[in-house]
Structure formats: C-alpha cells, structure tokens
C-alpha cells in the first residue's frame, strides 16, 4: 500500500514537473519572438534611412498585418488592436515648411515603384516607436523626413 503511494506521488510529481518545463519552454520562445519582432523595428528607430528602406518596412509591416487578420477600417487603414497591429506614419516636408502626414496604407496605394522614384533616396528618420500595452510588442513607428 505504501508503495503504491510512492509511486502515484512520484506520477503527480512528474506530471507537474513536466507541466512546468513545457510552461517555461512555451515561453520561452514567445519571448524570443518578440524579440525578434520587435528588433526588426527597432534597429530603425532615431536613425537615418532612405526612403528605399521606408518601402521596405511598409511593405514587411502591411504583410504582418495580412498574416495576422488585423481588419482595415472604411478608408482601407488597418485598424489598431492591443496586442498585435503594425502602424506606420510617414511625415513629409513640403515647400514653406509645410508637413504632410501619411499612414502606410496611403504610401502603399501609390505604389512600391512610384515611391522609390520620387522618394528612394530622400533621407528619413524613425523618431518615435510605441508599444502595445498589453503585449510589448511593436505598436507604431512614426518617420520623419529629414
């Protein structure tokens, strides 16, 4: 009788070790891809770029957010949650200091092509990322033109 005490409390403990271990795993490797997603974004931030990298990153951005079923709004723009949308604010200097403001989706619709030509070796900067509160992750990048 003893014995087989023994043996079902050894069971329970392998079983909640086991639980542990996966918990821990599991993660685990949620926090190294948000690393890695994040990263991606960072190493952007408060640098310069051109405007050939600013496409790129939209269009990586505008595939995360596909992949992730993020609904769009009735003008077409991905609409924000709080765990995993990308937006992408693009600000543009024009003649006598005026500013143009304009999220990815507006740049994308123009077109990759059209963008690179007119823009492709303007100098940008990333000057503000913000979070997700919830997840940490990524929420908003903000890119001035220099």
């Known amino acids: 009788m003893l014995k087989k005490k023994v043996i079902f409390f050894i069971i329970i403990i392998v079983v909640i070790a086991t639980a542990v271990i996966y918990y821990i795993g599991n993660y685990q490797m949620q926090l190294n891809e948000l690393k890695k997603i994040n990263s991606n974004y960072e190493l ?8 050939t990298d600013i496409i790129s990153i939209i269009n990586k951005t505008m ?3 596909e992949q992730n079923d993020i609904p769009k709004n009735e003008k ?3 609409q924000e949650n709080d765990t995993n949308s990308i937006i992408i604010t693009v600000k543009f200097k024009g003649i006598e200091d005026q500013e143009f403001i ?5 740049i994308a619709k123009q077109g990759s092509v059209e963008f690179v030509k007119n823009f492709g070796g303007i100098t ?3 000057t503000n990322i913000e979070y997700h509160e919830k997840s940490k992750m990524v929420k908003s990048l903000f ?3 220099m």
Not at 44 to 51: N, Q, S, T
Not at 102 to 106: I, L, S
């Open 102 to 106: 304009y999220r990815m989706e507006a």
């Open 44 to 51: 952007y931030y408060d640098k310069e770029i051109l405007g």
């Open 143 to 145: 890119i001035e033109q």
């Open 76 to 78: 077409g723009e991905y």
């Open 63 to 65: 595939d995360w957010n």
């Open 124 to 126: 940008f900067k990333c």
